[in-house]
């Protein structure tokens, strides 16, 4: 069984330009969460989506969006990327909206802003 | 608000030596709970998870965990270390809900020596 996917695996970027990385979850998963790893920040929530809708979002500003397709793969969009976007973005998958049901993740985008 | 503390940032350990990992929650319900392993340039893996029931729960590569609820604690053992363990280790706690996310503590890096 294929896991998590995640891609490109790096890239960079310049300040003020836009990102978009892409995110195909397991298999019979519907539930697709996004995730920033951030030095000295730690793993911060970004947004869930589930059956196509965003059901929840973390404390981060509007430039970061996405969207779930129907095939329930994922693309997450930074606007007006700043320095402090660096990180590693993870995606991770779990069955249809069960709360609480273990999250299966990728090996993540690094993302670099220079 | 729910809370994960890990209270060690970095542990050395020889091989074939034991291990225990610390993991402190604040959460109002029951929680649910997960530990997770991160190698270098890698997303992460789960380990293993509590839910309910047995306390003593045990998952991959010889890891168990032990849910404490008067101590607010899942701390994570295994009985002898191996080199490739070295790595760092995430424990979380299931916001479940309408949120669904998960809160994850700041990490331990796990160095093995020879």
């Known amino acids: 069984e294929a896991g998590v996917t995640q891609s490109p695996t790096h890239l960079i970027k310049t300040r003020g330009q836009q990102a978009t990385l892409r995110c195909s979850p397991i298999?019979?998963?519907?539930?697709v969460y996004w995730y920033q790893q951030a030095l000295g920040l730690g793993l911060q929530f970004l947004l869930w989506?589930?059956?196509?809708?965003?059901?929840n979002r973390g404390n981060f500003p509007p430039r970061f969006s996405g969207r779930q397709f129907p095939n329930y793969s994922s693309e997450l969009n930074v606007n007006a990327l700043e320095l402090e976007d660096s990180a590693l973005y993870l995606c991770?998958?779990?069955?249809?909206?069960?709360?609480?049901?273990?999250?299966?993740f990728g090996d993540g985008t690094r993302l670099s802003i220079l | 608000a729910q809370s994960v503390t890990q209270p060690d940032i970095h542990i050395t350990v020889s091989e074939g030596a034991s291990l225990e990992l610390r993991c402190n929650y604040s959460?109002?319900?029951?929680?649910?709970l997960f530990w997770y392993v991160q190698s270098p340039g890698q997303g992460l893996q789960l380990l293993l998870k509590?839910?309910?029931?047995?306390?003593l729960v045990q998952g991959i590569k010889g890891f168990e965990a032990e849910f404490k609820r008067s101590q607010s604690s899942f701390n994570l053992r295994k009985p002898s270390v191996h080199w490739s363990d070295a790595a760092e280790y995430f424990c979380?706690?299931?916001?479940?809900?309408?949120?669904?996310?998960?809160?994850f503590g700041t990490g331990t890096l796990l160095a093995v020596q020879p």
């Open positions: 991770a998958s779990s069955p249809q909206g069960i709360s609480n049901q273990p999250q299966h």
């Open positions: 298999s019979g998963h519907t539930s």
């Open positions: 989506y589930d059956e196509g809708e965003e059901r």
């Open positions: 959460y109002g319900a029951t929680p649910y």
């Open positions: 509590y839910f309910s029931g047995d306390t």
């Open positions: 979380a706690v299931g916001d479940g809900g309408a949120t669904n996310k998960l809160i």
